[in-house]
């Protein structure tokens, strides 16, 4: 199993930055796949990007290619997540999540889950 804890959401002005983090402790970190989702109150939790064991490959939906960039650091044992150009759309509960097999966008494939960060973007 994989532990995880996020960090580093809050309130930013539109246009603004934001660093998250994912800190994963149990066993090997670099052995999964960690990808970030979000969710808004009433709807189902929202693929923003992923990256591969290795780091050598992301995936990114479409709204955040551009404007995030998705890391990490596997001697740290570490995740991040830079948003940069935020918007009010971009406000929601982000989540960073892991799978010890392939890069998938559906969040029901993810057994490991961290507690979530608010994002919150002001117009």
């Known amino acids: 199993q994989v532990q995880l804890v996020e960090s580093g959401g809050g309130l930013v002005q539109t246009g603004g930055s934001l660093r998250l983090s994912c800190a994963a402790s149990?066993?090997?970190?670099?052995?999964?796949?960690i990808t970030w989702f979000r969710q808004t109150p009433g709807k189902e939790r929202e693929f923003v990007a992923g990256?591969?064991?290795?780091?050598?490959?992301?995936l990114y939906a479409d709204f955040a290619k551009g404007r995030f960039t998705i890391s990490r650091d596997n001697a740290k044992n570490m995740a991040g997540l830079q948003m940069n150009g935020l918007k009010p759309e971009d406000t929601a509960v982000y989540y960073c999540?892991?799978?010890?097999?392939?890069?998938?966008?559906?969040?029901?494939?993810?057994?490991?889950w961290g507690q979530g960060t608010q994002v919150t973007v002001s117009s």
């Open positions: 990256i591969t064991r290795s780091g050598g490959s992301t």
């Open positions: 999540a892991a799978r010890s097999s392939a890069l998938v966008i559906n969040s029901a494939s993810y057994p490991y």
């Open positions: 149990g066993r090997t970190f670099s052995s999964y796949i």
